[in-house]
C-alpha cells in the first residue's frame, strides 16, 4: 500500500508497529515466583532422593524385596514413620521404615538426628563470626524453613567449646620475641547485678615474624594477681624468653611482669601514653601538644628523643600545663625501650595497635551479646573470636622481618 505524505512518517509508523507487535510477544517472568518454584523443585528432589536410598536400605536390611517369598529374608517391614528433617535444601519430610525382627539404622541420617551437620555447622559459623541468638533464628526460618531455638544455638555452640578450649590451652614456642598485652572489659552478670570483667588477652610475634594470638584468660580485674596468673599461664604452656613486651601501663602488669619474665623489657604503648598526657591536657591545647609529642618518637635515636621530651616538658610548664609536664616527665623514659631494637621495627613495636584489629572483633561481637550470663561462656566467645580472626589473613602474613635478631634467636636455642 502506497503510503501518502512524508515517506519518513510513514516509515516511522511502520517501524513503531513493528515495535508494538514484538512486544506483545516478550514474555515477562515473576523472579520471585520463578526462584520460589526452582526452590520447591530442588526441595522436593532431595526429598523424594532421600526416601529412595531410605528404602533401599531397608531393602538391603531385610535382604528381601516387598512381598517377596524368600528364605534369605531376615526381617518384614511394617509400615513408615514420618520424621522432618532440615537441610541446607529446607526442611523435608522422611518416611523411615518400620521393620519387624530388626531395628533399622541408616547410614544416611543419624538416629533421633533433626538436622543435617551442615546446617549445624552453618549456625556455629554464623554464631562465632558474630550474628545474634535471634538473627540465626529468622536466617535459619528463612533458609530452610524452620526456626532453631536459642536453646539449640546454645547447645550447638557447646559443642564447639571443647575444641576452643583446646585451642586456648594449646602448647607454645619457647620464645617469642614481641609479646603485646591488654586487657578488655566486658559485661557479666552476678546474680541480680551487671557488672565489668576483664579478659586479658597476649599476641606473640613467634621467630619467623608472624602474630599469634598465644593468651586469653579471664582476669575478673586488672590487678598484679590476674596479670601474674595469666603470665604464669603463658609460661606453663611454653613460654620462656621474652625480648620486649608492649602494653599499657596496667595496674599491677609491671610487678607481675618482673616476677614472671624478668629479662623481659618494658614498652609503654605511646599512644596511651598520649592519652594520659592528653587526660591533663585542655581540648583546645590537645592538637598543638600531640604534635609535641608526636616529635619525641620521630627522633633518629634514644639520645635525640630524651632532648625532644625535655624540651617538650619545659614547654609545657611555659604554657601552665604544669599536670600534663608531670605525665611527660614520669613516663616519657617507659616510652623509648623501642629504640634498643632494629630501626625497623620501631613503628610496629612501640604501640599495641598489633592488638587493636582483635579488639575491635571482640567488642563488635560481644556488643551483641550485652550481659554474658557466666564467665565461661564469655571466655569462650572471646577465645572463638581470637582463634577466628587468628586464622583468617591477620595470621598468615609476615608481620615483622626477624631476621635482624636471628643472633638473638640462635643465642636462646644454643643455651
Known amino acids: 500500500m502506497a503510503c501518502p505524505g512524508n515517506a519518513m512518517i510513514c516509515l516511522t509508523t511502520k517501524s513503531s508497529r513493528k515495535e508494538q507487535a514484538m512486544s506483545e510477544k516478550i514474555v515477562s517472568l515473576n523472579e520471585d ?27 538391603i536390611l531385610v535382604r528381601a524385596e516387598k512381598y517377596e517369598r524368600s528364605m534369605a529374608r531376615e526381617a518384614y517391614r511394617s509400615g513408615h514413620y514420618r520424621r522432618n528433617l532440615t537441610t541446607p535444601s529446607g526442611e523435608v519430610s522422611l518416611d523411615i521404615p518400620k521393620l519387624k525382627g530388626l531395628t533399622f539404622q541408616t547410614a544416611i541420617i543419624d ?16 554464631y562465632l563470626a558474630g550474628v545474634s541468638t535471634r538473627r540465626i533464628e529468622d536466617v535459619s526460618e528463612l533458609l530452610w524453613g524452620t ?5 539449640t544455638v546454645s547447645k550447638l555452640n557447646k559443642q564447639v567449646y571443647g575444641e576452643i578450649e583446646q585451642w586456648r590451652t594449646r602448647a607454645l614456642s619457647e620464645y617469642y620475641p614481641y609479646v603485646y598485652i591488654d ?6 552478670r552476678w546474680g541480680s547485678r551487671v557488672e565489668n570483667v576483664s579478659i586479658l588477652i597476649a599476641i606473640g610475634v613467634n621467630e619467623e615474624g608472624y602474630r599469634e594470638v598465644i593468651g586469653c584468660s579471664e582476669g ?19 613460654v620462656k624468653h621474652i625480648d620486649l613486651v608492649t602494653g599499657d601501663k596496667r595496674q599491677g602488669m609491671l610487678g607481675a611482669l618482673a616476677e614472671v619474665y624478668p629479662e623481659a623489657r618494658y ?5 596511651h601514653f598520649y592519652r594520659n598526657v592528653f587526660s591533663k591536657t585542655p581540648r583546645k591545647d590537645r592538637a598543638y601538644v600531640a604534635k609535641m609529642l608526636k616529635a619525641i618518637h620521630a627522633s633518629e635515636d634514644r639520645t635525640a628523643a630524651e632532648a625532644k621530651a625535655h624540651a617538650v616538658i619545659e614547654n609545657l610548664k611555659t604554657m601552665h600545663l604544669t599536670e600534663a609536664g608531670k605525665v611527660v616527665e614520669n613516663g616519657f623514659a617507659e616510652t623509648l625501650t623501642y629504640f634498643d631494637f632494629p630501626d625497623t621495627h620501631w613503628r610496629r613495636i612501640r604501640t599495641n595497635n598489633a592488638l587493636e584489629r582483635l579488639n575491635r572483633e571482640i567488642r563488635r561481637r560481644t556488643r551483641v551479646v550485652g550481659a554474658f550470663p557466666d564467665g565461661p561462656s564469655a571466655l569462650m566467645l572471646v577465645a572463638a573470636r581470637c582463634r577466628y580472626v587468628a586464622e583468617s589473613s591477620w595470621g598468615q602474613r609476615r608481620y615483622l622481618d626477624v631476621s635482624l ?7 636462646r636455642k644454643a643455651k
Not at 45 to 54: E, G, R
Not at 112 to 125: C, G, Q
Not at 147 to 151: D, E, G, I, M, T
Open 33 to 59: 515466583a520463578v526462584k520460589e518454584e526452582i526452590a520447591t523443585l530442588v526441595k522436593k528432589t532431595v526429598q523424594d532422593t532421600l526416601n529412595a536410598l531410605l528404602d533401599e536400605e531397608a531393602g
Open 183 to 188: 586487657g578488655i572489659y566486658i559485661k557479666r
Open 220 to 238: 575478673f580485674a586488672e590487678d598484679k594477681q590476674s596479670w601474674k596468673s595469666f603470665l604464669l599461664e603463658l609460661a606453663d604452656r611454653g
Open 405 to 411: 635478631i636471628e643472633r638473638r634467636i640462635e643465642g
Open 267 to 271: 614498652q609503654r604503648c605511646t599512644v
Open 111 to 126: 538416629r533421633y538426628r533433626r538436622r543435617e551437620s551442615s546446617v549445624e555447622e552453618a549456625m556455629i559459623e554464623m
Open 147 to 151: 526456626k532453631v531455638s536459642p536453646a
